[in-house]
């Protein structure tokens, strides 16, 4: 993960190492205020030849529906296969601050995402209701392959919706084993669905434990610090619970890319010589 706490100027050189180390997957991120989410995707994915760049997430009050289908279907035909975007409420404090918050989120963002999957997918798109509204709207340029929109969700109402009215789920920090495995549960995708797990991860504990002495939602789960072997064990244990993606973010307070980067990639190998046909990234 590039933290979005990084500047700009440092995306090219991370992607590009990541790319060369042969990992999976970059994802960004879109807090206010720090960096554009698409913007960068679109940059990584242009400085990269083969790597997955993932956006977690967009907060759908910032975008009119029409306008994020646009620049989504841009990117998925200009790099077909290579971007994931997620999209989701936003933290509601600073969407009251832009002016932007929602009387009913999981309204919104309903109604939101079954009007950019419909109109990624070619679809005309006429629909009225509290927050999205459009009047026979269709794409010029729908991208042939159609990128996936995943949710990034927390409580029930918007897991189970994750599981039904999107193509994936994104997960952060702090999240157990036990807590993937109860979201799975509880979104019941019916087909394939993606299941992103951010993970906090480095090479030192005591920068991992620090960032999450402030967060209520932390209660004593898993971090995956020192060896790689020890965070690959710990990978796997997600992937058992049923994620797809394990995304190794770092500590606000330990930032190199460098250490984070070689981690990864050596957790990646341990990964793959344990089990060469497995499908997780």
């Known amino acids: 993960m590039f933290r979005p706490q990084l500047p700009p100027e440092q995306l090219r050189s991370f992607v590009t190492a990541a790319d060369a180390a042969g990992l999976d997957d970059v994802w960004l991120w879109e807090d206010c205020f720090l960096e ?3 913007t960068a995707a679109s940059a990584a994915l242009a400085w990269t030849d083969s790597i997955r760049v993932g956006l ?3 907060p759908v009050p910032f975008r009119n529906p029409a306008l994020a289908a646009m620049e989504l279907a841009t990117l998925g035909r200009l790099f077909p296969g290579r971007f ?3 999209a989701g409420h936003g933290v509601q404090a600073w969407m009251e601050q832009v002016g932007a918050r929602a009387a009913s989120p999981m309204t919104l963002l309903r109604a939101w995402a079954t009007a950019v999957r419909s109109l990624l997918r070619g679809e005309t798109v006429t629909t009225s209701g509290d927050y999205v509204n459009l009047d026979a709207v269709a794409l010029d340029w729908p991208p042939d392959t159609v990128p996936p929109l995943l949710v990034g969700a927390r409580g029930p109402k918007t897991v189970a919706f994750a599981g039904s009215g999107a193509d994936g789920l994104v997960l952060d920090v702090p999240i157990t084993p036990d807590g993937v495995r109860a979201a799975v549960a ?3 995708a019916p087909g394939p669905h993606e299941v992103v797990v951010y993970l906090l991860a480095g090479l030192a504990r005591e920068p991992l434990e620090a960032e999450l002495r402030g967060n209520p939602r932390y209660s004593g789960g898993p971090l995956a610090a020192g060896s ?3 965070v690959a ?4 244990a997600y992937a058992e619970a049923g994620a797809t993606t394990v995304v190794l973010q770092p500590a606000e307070g330990d930032l190199a890319p460098e250490p984070l980067i070689g981690l990864a990639a050596e957790v990646r190998a341990l990964l793959r010589s344990a089990a060469p046909t497995a499908s997780a990234r």
């Not at 064990?233 to 796997?236: D, I, Q, T």
């Open 228 to 230: 790689p072997a020890v």
């Open 56 to 58: 977690g997430l967009m």
């Open 186 to 188: 509880q979104a019941a």
């Open 233 to 236: 064990e710990l990978v796997r």
């Open 36 to 38: 554009g989410g698409l």
């Open 84 to 86: 994931v975007p997620a």
